[in-house]
């Protein structure tokens, strides 16, 4: 079961890949880690995209398939596994469709979580994270005992600049220029799957297993 998600950027499709993970034992891969784990191992890869990363570059798509490929070729993957953050763009889920074909192999689910970008702006503005420990949370969806204070350590709660309104608004720009192309490629594919991100989380989730077969 190899899956693709997909969906703008506070959508909630890392939380359905994590449910998804644990309820079919399958791992869930975001680009993020594979950068991370390759460049600490000190791989020839993590070095190439270490040095990309240190200029404030893009990593060149070639690199970063060849750590995807890697990372999928692990025994864990067996059973298959959900990418979440990758392919971002046409050219990726090209190359990861060549790549992929020439080991017999296919993406069998685009899993496309769709949220407007007004619901995305307003769920977002409402989150709050602690700097000290990393945990997070939602004024409305899961706040904090004591408003503006972090359960776990106590520390003053903030806005990270990634959720501030106008910085959302500019991902969903670059969404929908960049990403948002890849339904229409998945489409052709006949493996998209479009679920409605609108949801309460469990009915979000129960869709996606109707589709992934329970």
């Given at each position: 079961?190899?899956?693709?998600?997909?969906?703008?950027?506070?959508?909630?499709?890392?939380?359905?890949?994590?449910?998804?993970?644990?309820?079919?034992?399958?791992?869930?891969?975001?680009?993020?880690?594979?950068?991370?784990?390759?460049?600490?191992?000190?791989?020839?890869?993590?070095?190439?995209?270490?040095?990309?990363?240190?200029?404030?570059?893009?990593?060149?798509?070639?690199?970063?398939?060849?750590?995807?490929?890697?990372?999928?070729?692990?025994?864990?993957?067996?059973?298959?596994?959900?990418?979440?953050?990758?392919?971002?763009?046409?050219?990726?889920?090209?190359?990861?469709?060549?790549?992929?074909?020439?080991?017999?192999?296919?993406?069998?689910?685009?899993?496309?979580?769709?949220?407007?970008?007004?619901?995305?702006?307003?769920?977002?503005?409402?989150?709050?994270?602690?700097?000290?420990?990393?945990?997070?949370?939602?004024?409305?969806?899961?706040?904090?005992?004591?408003?503006?204070?972090?359960?776990?350590?106590g520390e003053e709660?903030?806005?990270?600049?990634?959720?501030?309104?106008?910085?959302?608004?500019?991902?969903?720009?670059?969404?929908?220029?960049?990403?948002?192309?890849?339904?229409?490629?998945?489409?052709?594919?006949?493996?998209?799957?479009?679920?409605?991100?609108?949801?309460?989380?469990?009915?979000?989730?129960a869709d996606i297993?109707?589709?992934?077969?329970?």
């Open positions: 079961m190899k899956i693709v998600m997909l969906g703008a950027p506070g959508a909630g499709k890392g939380t359905q890949a994590d449910r998804i993970a644990a309820k079919y034992d399958i791992p869930h891969i975001s680009t993020g880690d594979i950068f991370r784990s390759n460049i600490k191992a000190g791989t020839e890869l993590g070095k190439k995209a270490k040095a990309f990363i240190d200029q404030g570059l893009l990593v060149p798509d070639e690199v970063t398939i060849g750590m995807l490929l890697d990372r999928i070729a692990q025994d864990d993957c067996s059973k298959g596994y959900i990418l979440d953050g990758f392919p971002r763009t046409i050219p990726q889920a090209e190359s990861l469709t060549a790549a992929l074909k020439e080991q017999g192999t296919a993406i069998d689910f685009a899993l496309n979580v769709d949220v407007p970008d007004a619901a995305i702006v307003e769920r977002m503005a409402g989150r709050r994270a602690c700097l000290k420990c990393g945990a997070t949370y939602h004024i409305v969806y899961a706040a904090p005992k004591k408003e503006g204070i972090c359960d776990v350590c709660l903030v806005i990270r600049d990634d959720d501030k309104p106008e910085t959302v608004s500019k991902r969903l720009e670059v969404y929908h220029d960049q990403t948002q192309p890849l339904i229409d490629f998945y489409s052709r594919h006949g493996v998209l799957h479009t679920i409605d991100g609108t949801q309460n989380m469990d009915k979000v989730f297993c109707g589709i992934l077969g329970e």
